[in-house]
């Protein structure tokens, strides 16, 4: 199988540059290849590329793509990095899922950033040549949605919570700043975000229905999960947690309720926003318990006792170091959403 990628470099700094895959012209063989490059006008690939401009294009192999680790039958999971967002990673530090039904695929988040988004879609035409109809997006932080514009270049639909599109728009410069000064500009080169539509009730791969729910505020105010029936498989997003140290986002008490309607759903396994890949639904969900109500406990008893905030928020959630990767990176900030959040109960 032969690609195009195109080099691209931003027009403020011509020495930074980056291959980019162009989507959906793949071919079996070179000559088919070079024809169909004969026919992409550079200026239609750089119009879908912020800031940047395309210096050359060329056919070669298909490039290696991302690994993806079947945990049940027609359900692959990608496991990102537990790890801060740099430029060894590109921002691949949340997890992807690909769904192949009967006569189409559809894919659960896409990582942080266009590089990224691109080895997943190599790594699914590895997979199947079926075609990728929906991308589905569980949340707005930018290490799940990023990587969306190459299926958007394809022409997959792209859904999510129904506050997704006002969310996203209200951070979308600062995700932007905070993930390119992280990955660094080449990595993040050619990256732009995706809105999306509504996720529907249901999806049909063929034979395979896939089962979404939008929540209230919980980890963030746009969650969504996906169910495949078929399997009982329920992708979670960042509502579930495993080894990286939960993020709070959204509301405290609003995610410990729906911790307790996520078991009610009648998964048998559930693949989490970042660590599993694939936990049983205790497994799943009783350590997130564990470390929700340690915050709330916490932060309620230094309420309690008038403590101030900034003194406060330097022991709430302490007695969970241990059992949690980039616990410094993010408990702080945990424990001020909760102070805050209770402060008020």
Request: hydrophobic share 40%; charged share 20%.
């Amino acid at each position: 199988m032969f690609e195009i990628v195109a080099l691209v470099c931003l027009v403020s700094a011509p020495e930074t540059c980056r291959e980019q895959l162009v989507p959906g012209l793949e071919t079996l063989t070179l000559a088919e290849c070079e024809q169909r490059l004969s026919k992409v006008a550079r200026q239609d690939i750089s119009a879908a590329v912020p800031r940047a401009t395309v210096q050359q294009t060329e056919c070669r192999p298909v490039g290696s793509g991302l690994d993806l680790r079947e945990i049940a039958p027609g359900i692959h999971v990608h496991i990102g990095a537990i790890e801060d967002p740099d430029s060894s990673n590109r921002g691949d530090v949340a997890n992807i899922g690909v769904i192949v039904g009967d006569t189409s695929i559809a894919v659960v988040d896409t990582g942080g950033s266009r590089a990224v988004g691109e080895d997943l879609y190599r790594a699914i035409r590895e997979l199947s040549q079926l075609p990728i109809s929906h991308v589905i997006l569980t949340h707005i932080h930018p290490d799940h949605v990023l990587g969306a514009s190459v299926f958007a270049d394809t022409g997959a639909k792209v859904v999510a919570h129904p506050g997704f599109n006002r969310a996203f728009r209200d951070r979308q410069e600062s995700y932007e700043t905070g993930f390119g000064q992280l990955i660094g500009q080449s990595g993040f080169l050619g990256t732009r975000p995706v809105l999306a539509s509504e996720a529907p009730g249901t999806i049909d791969l063929g034979g395979r229905i896939l089962e979404m729910t939008s929540w209230p505020t919980s980890h963030s105010t746009t969650d969504l999960t996906v169910l495949d029936r078929r399997t009982a498989t329920l992708f979670a997003g960042d509502l579930v947690f495993d080894r990286h140290v939960p993020a709070l986002d959204g509301s405290l008490t609003g995610w410990l309720s729906v911790l307790d309607q996520l078991a009610d759903l009648g998964a048998l396994r559930i693949v989490p926003g970042h660590g599993g890949p694939i936990l049983s639904v205790e497994a799943a969900l009783a350590p997130m318990r564990q470390y929700l109500e340690t915050l709330a406990q916490d932060a309620r008893l230094a309420l309690e006792k008038g403590e101030r905030i900034g003194a406060a928020v330097n022991h709430i959630g302490g007695s969970e170091a241990n059992n949690w990767d980039l616990f410094d990176s993010y408990n702080t900030r945990n424990a001020t959403t909760a102070f805050t959040e209770l402060e008020w109960e």
